[in-house]
């Protein structure tokens, strides 16, 4: 009788402590990626880990959605991968989709590559929109020889203001 209790008692727990949202459900709406997991799933919890190791979430935005619990979840990824055109028996967790290209992974490392990918991307872009430029001097030269007049560069040059103009400039 008390092993049946016990059983009782641990089904009871386990329902109860595994019905409802998932507190590490991440629900923005206006992310750039749409994350679908279970919470026991094995290749979920590695996927976690990684992006973690990589602090990727606070570098993407991501809406994190347990689907195996919670059956509104559940509803939104087959509406998701219906809308995608694909079958239920060819989708799994993890399952990635992202937002703005509508490129989809499933599975551990793809999803991973999704993520980085994409992070590595915007990085990227952010740089050349926010990096310095190597200044090649041959084609400043150049480029002032056609546009001011030889007298003009020769006065500037021999008060040495060019100098002074370019320090002062740079400063700021």
């Known amino acids: 009788m008390k092993k049946i209790l016990a059983i009782l008692w641990l089904t009871a727990f386990f329902l109860v402590s595994c019905s ?83 490129e989809y992974a499933i599975g551990t490392q793809p999803a991973y590559n999704l993520f980085s990918d994409t992070w590595s991307t915007q990085k990227d872009e952010e740089e050349e929109m926010t990096g310095s430029w190597e200044v090649d001097d041959d084609m400043v030269n150049q480029i002032i020889d056609e546009i001011v007049p030889w007298e003009i560069q020769e006065d500037v040059v021999s008060s040495g203001s060019i100098v002074e103009e370019t320090n002062a400039w740079a400063a700021n």
């Open 20 to 102: 409802g949202t998932n507190s590490a459900d991440i629900i923005n709406p206006d992310s750039d990626f749409l994350y679908f997991y279970w919470a026991t799933c094995p290749h979920c919890q590695e996927l976690n880990r990684m992006v973690e190791e990589e602090d990727l979430f606070s570098k993407v935005s991501v809406e994190k959605r347990e689907v195996f619990f919670n059956n509104e979840n559940r509803e939104l990824f087959l509406a998701t991968t219906n809308a995608l055109g694909l079958n239920e028996s060819e989708v799994g967790v993890p399952f990635v989709l992202n937002r703005k290209t509508w």
